[in-house]
């Protein structure tokens, strides 16, 4: 009681009820929080940091060609010139935004052959397109509208958010353990007749490492929850293009396939794969689909055409020999690589060791970011590496003898 008529009183004195966000800024900046955004002049594995026209002075001042080893345009699809041709002969002949929301006049050939795509390509009845991967996991979470969600921990902030938005309880399980996943359950099976979801990443971004969906699939099914899996990492790089569902022979037990267009697809938006009544549910009450700009009809054909190209070229193959040659080179120096995918982090520990590592790597010329808490655990700071499918074999070399010299120098 006090405290709130205290409370009350000290703000009743302000005489601005602004934000203060000068304070805010700078208590960021001396916890090592402030993050800049760095322009680049193009999003292949080469690149130069723009130039930026409109500061007072050259921002950067490093004009230099750098590898990037820090994107998720996975397969280097952004800058193929197929898939930049079919982004600009749809610009030309649709036009280059969608005008309004799918419902009302956005919606376009190119928006449904996508779908059709996508659905073929996750062994779905239908598929749906967000304007990104973001609003995919909120709209579907919210429109489900489950009883409870249990999400694993280390879920993307976009399920995180998903969840927060929802009117469900959130019961969040032990990374990756599909036996905490069960006790999880266990302990409110008993009087329970509500409608539960279970939600993963396949892929981990920041760990690499990949969700048991074949264990979860069981104990879901156990208690009859339904599975959603966000293959935004995955989609494109495993199995005939496909994601870990494809891999793990898991299309028909997952109920909700959800992905991005944004990374190995090289383009932007998102999308669920999922049976005809999930995808007619939220294409009605997803809101983020609903109260949201149909895709833009040129992004939508650019993952259209990077889909096939996934599906049935050498680019995938191409990625797994850099992974490989990535992760060997980098372990058999003594660094400790986590996970078994596409993603490669190294385990640094110590965050200021982390942010030097990335320092010498960037003189090395390579972009390869130090990851660091809050977006990951104290003392697990790390060097995310994302190799590209266009990184040729001496690119990748380049990149292991950059940790060796950097290793040298610490
Ligand atoms: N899910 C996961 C696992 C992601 O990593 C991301 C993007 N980093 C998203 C969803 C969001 O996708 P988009 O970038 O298309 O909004």
């Known amino acids: 009681m006090t405290n709130n008529r205290e ?57 230099t060609e750098m590898m990037v080893f820090a994107s998720n345009n996975y397969l280097g699809l952004a ?8 982004a600009s002969s749809v610009a030309d002949s649709i036009g280059t935004g969608a005008g309004a929301s799918r419902l009302v006049t956005g919606d376009t050939p190119v928006h449904r052959a996508l779908e059709r795509d996508l659905a073929e390509s996750k062994g779905t009845e239908r598929a749906l397109v967000f304007s990104s991967g973001y609003a995919a996991n909120v709209g579907t979470i919210t429109a489900l509208d489950p009883d409870v969600v249990f999400s694993d921990a280390y879920n993307h ?34 009087d329970s007749d509500e409608s539960w979801l279970v939600v993963t ?41 496909g994601g870990i569902v494809q891999r793990e022979g898991l299309t028909g037990r997952v109920h909700v396939q959800l992905g991005t267009l944004s990374k190995a697809l090289a383009a932007q938006g998102g999308f669920v794969a999922a049976s005809g009544p999930v995808i007619e549910h939220l294409s009605n009450t997803a809101r983020s689909f609903v109260f949201s700009t149909g895709l833009s009809p040129p992004a939508a054909a650019a993952a259209r055409t990077a889909l096939s190209i996934a599906r049935n070229g050498s680019r995938r193959t191409q990625l797994w020999d850099n992974v490989e040659r990535l992760r060997t080179g980098l372990e058999s120096l003594g660094f400790d690589v986590l996970g078994t995918t596409h993603i490669v982090p190294v385990l640094i520990g110590n965050r200021t060791e982390a942010m030097e590592l990335a320092t010498h790597l960037e003189e090395a010329g390579i972009i390869a970011p130090a990851i660091r808490p809050p977006t990951v655990p104290d003392g697990t700071s790390r060097i ?5 499918a266009t990184h040729t074999e001496r690119d990748v070399e380049q990149c292991v003898a950059a940790f060796e010299r950097a290793e040298e120098k610490r």
Not at 233 to 240: I, W
């Open 7 to 63: 409370k009350r009183s000290r703000l009743a004195d302000r005489t601005d009820r602004g934000f203060d966000l000068e304070a805010r800024i700078d208590g960021r900046k001396e916890r090592g929080l402030r993050r800049d955004l760095t322009p680049v002049e193009s999003v292949s594995e080469r690149s130069r940091y723009a130039e930026d026209p409109g500061a007072d002075q050259p921002v950067f001042g490093k004009r």
């Open 79 to 86: 800058t193929d010139e197929r898939v930049q041709r079919a």
């Open 157 to 190: 902030a976009s399920i995180v958010d998903g969840c927060r938005l929802s009117d469900a309880e959130i019961v969040v399980y032990d990374h990756c353990d599909a036996t905490a996943l069960a006790d999880a359950m266990a302990d409110r099976a008993p």
């Open 201 to 241: 990443d396949s892929v981990f971004s920041m760990d690499g490492d990949v969700a048991p969906l074949g264990a979860v699939c069981n104990v879901a099914e156990r208690y009859g929850a339904w599975v959603m899996v966000d293959e935004a990492h995955a989609t494109g790089v495993f199995e005939d293009g």
């Open 384 to 388: 995310r590496l994302a190799p590209m």
